[in-house]
């Protein structure tokens, strides 16, 4: 297995990672515990940016895959991998500042002085939390593929 490979299998982990902490984030929010999914939303993100940091570092050092070997249907996986994948960063990011604005009111502080979160601070969190949740979940399937075909290219 060369470097490559060991990289994307880890990349792999690393966003089934995310996946599996923002479920844990959205269950705890459920629960209404706020501290849960507070904590599960930033180490996922904390996860995504090593990702991106990784990625920049494996692209300098290694260089990028040749996709000329690369049948039709993997890059076209491939494409709709990057497609969640950057639906993920704007709407993760997005929901990220959002909570950082409701940090401040009552239901995160849990100080009575604090104001009370209005009802469309909450929903549009909650919304784009939903989209960087599910493309996550998304882009962990179609990234399955990506690996298995990378495995099957390298013999």
């Given amino acids: 297995m060369d470097a490559k490979l060991w990289f994307w299998t880890l990349a792999l982990v690393n966003m089934a990672a995310v996946v599996a902490l923002a479920t844990r984030g959205v269950r705890a929010i459920r629960r209404n515990d706020v501290a849960v999914h507070r904590r599960s939303m930033t180490v996922a993100a904390a996860l995504v940016a090593l990702f991106l940091g990784s990625y920049v570092a494996k692209r300098s050092v290694l260089g990028s895959e040749d996709l000329a070997v690369w049948s039709v249907a993997a890059r076209i996986n491939l494409y709709v991998h990057e497609s969640f994948v950057f639906t993920l960063l704007i709407a993760g990011a997005?929901?990220?500042?959002?909570?950082?604005?409701?940090?401040?009111?009552?239901?995160?502080?849990?100080?009575?002085?604090?104001?009370?979160?209005?009802?469309?601070?909450?929903?549009?969190?909650?919304?784009?939390?939903?989209?960087?949740?599910?493309?996550s979940a998304l882009g962990l399937l179609t990234a399955y593929g990506i690996l298995a075909g990378m495995f099957e290219r390298a013999g």
């Fill in 94 to 135: 997005t929901a990220l500042v959002l909570g950082r604005r409701l940090a401040r009111t009552r239901r995160v502080s849990g100080r009575a002085e604090d104001p009370a979160p209005t009802a469309a601070q909450l929903r549009r969190h909650r919304r784009f939390g939903w989209v960087a949740v599910t493309t």
